[in-house]
């Protein structure tokens, strides 16, 4: 049976107030949490899955409102998946499993700034392991590249993807290095053409429909910008990361230069792996064939 999915064009921003409950279809709901921030759009998309939910996608912070607001839809949860240790996505999960018992799956905290250390997972899903929820199958998928311990995961019954940070509504993530890997990020996205999906579910805005051209989409945007930054090394003979930046970015707001400067540098190393381009200490060089 096809199921109907309430795709972008049929929501609107009422939906994501915090602590609304909003059933997106069969056996999908979502709970945003009262994070909303100019990184985080309206808040993270926390989901929860089954009629009535027993499992949960991305507690987000640990917010009591939120995690009250979970435990009231979902009293007898049995698994808490998380997509990665961002801040905005893992630290409820370790009160909701202490409070429910529930199983957490993920992928352990890597060491850094901008990790969850408090998110230790009982199961670290292999690639393709299925989880048989009531009536529903989730499918993990790893997914590196936005974090090294990024996991998206497949809603099997509807071709439901749930993306986290790995694809997002109306922005392309941003890669931050050291964790953060552009190339691991493209063989990503590459490997998720695979798979039978019918419409995306990011960890902040809408539904996204189409999702073999979101994915597609994303990758055209990171190779356009690749060349964006070859060009510019070759323009500048040695530039700085900062020098680039203003070369590369100039479609940015200066706000965002910050994020944009993290997928800068992880597209040179990038390039630097695949010795199109060298680093001398803070400057960068194109590598001649
Ligand atoms: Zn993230």
């Given at each position: 049976?096809?199921?109907?999915l309430?795709?972008?064009?049929?929501?609107s921003?009422?939906?994501?107030e915090p602590?609304?409950?909003?059933?997106l279809?069969p056996g999908?709901?979502?709970?945003v949490?009262p994070?909303?921030?100019?990184l985080?759009?309206p808040?993270?998309?926390?989901?929860?899955?089954g009629?009535p939910?027993?499992?949960?996608i991305?507690p987000?912070p640990a917010?009591?409102?939120?995690?009250?607001a979970i435990?009231q839809a979902a009293?007898r949860?049995?698994?808490?998946f998380?997509?990665?240790?961002?801040?905005d996505?893992s630290?409820?999960?370790?009160?909701?499993a202490?409070?429910?018992?529930?199983?957490?799956?993920?992928l352990p905290?890597?060491?850094?700034?901008?990790?969850d250390e408090?998110?230790v997972?009982?199961?670290?899903?292999?690639?393709?392991?299925?989880?048989?929820l009531?009536?529903?199958?989730?499918?993990a998928?790893?997914t590196p590249g936005?974090?090294?311990?990024?996991v998206?995961?497949v809603?099997?019954e509807?071709g439901?993807?749930?993306?986290g940070?790995h694809?997002?509504?109306g922005v392309?993530p941003v890669?931050?290095?050291?964790?953060?890997d552009?190339?691991?990020y493209?063989?990503?996205l590459?490997?998720?053409?695979?798979?039978?999906?019918?419409a995306?579910a990011?960890g902040?805005?809408?539904?996204?429909g189409?999702?073999?051209?979101?994915?597609?989409?994303?990758i055209?945007?990171r190779?356009r910008r690749e060349?964006?930054?070859?060009?510019?090394?070759?323009q500048?003979?040695r530039?700085?990361l900062d020098?680039?930046l203003?070369?590369?970015?100039?479609?940015?707001?200066?706000w965002?230069?910050?994020?944009?400067?993290s997928?800068l540098?992880?597209h040179?190393?990038?390039?630097?792996?695949e010795?199109?381009?060298?680093?001398?200490g803070?400057?960068?060089?194109?590598c001649r064939?």
């Amino acid at each position: 049976m096809r199921i109907q999915l309430r795709l972008v064009s049929l929501e609107s921003m009422s939906e994501f107030e915090p602590g609304r409950l909003v059933r997106l279809a069969p056996g999908v709901h979502r709970l945003v949490a009262p994070n909303a921030s100019p990184l985080t759009g309206p808040g993270t998309n926390t989901f929860l899955l089954g009629e009535p939910p027993t499992a949960v996608i991305d507690p987000g912070p640990a917010a009591p409102e939120h995690l009250a607001a979970i435990r009231q839809a979902a009293p007898r949860l049995t698994h808490v998946f998380v997509t990665h240790t961002h801040p905005d996505h893992s630290p409820g999960a370790r009160p909701l499993a202490e409070s429910s018992g529930a199983l957490l799956v993920g992928l352990p905290a890597p060491r850094g700034e901008h990790q969850d250390e408090t998110f230790v997972p009982d199961v670290k899903p292999q690639r393709d392991q299925c989880f048989a929820l009531e009536g529903l199958t989730l499918r993990a998928v790893d997914t590196p590249g936005h974090a090294s311990n990024h996991v998206c995961y497949v809603l099997e019954e509807q071709g439901l993807l749930f993306s986290g940070d790995h694809l997002l509504d109306g922005v392309t993530p941003v890669i931050p290095p050291p964790d953060g890997d552009m190339a691991a990020y493209l063989e990503s996205l590459r490997r998720l053409r695979d798979y039978p999906l019918r419409a995306i579910a990011p960890g902040h805005g809408r539904l996204l429909g189409d999702p073999l051209a979101v994915i597609d989409g994303v990758i055209a945007h990171r190779l356009r910008r690749e060349a964006k930054v070859l060009a510019a090394l070759e323009q500048a003979g040695r530039a700085s990361l900062d020098a680039l930046l203003a070369l590369v970015y100039q479609d940015k707001n200066t706000w965002l230069h910050r994020l944009a400067r993290s997928s800068l540098e992880a597209h040179l190393i990038k390039l630097e792996r695949e010795g199109r381009c060298m680093r001398d200490g803070d400057l960068w060089t194109v590598c001649r064939a």
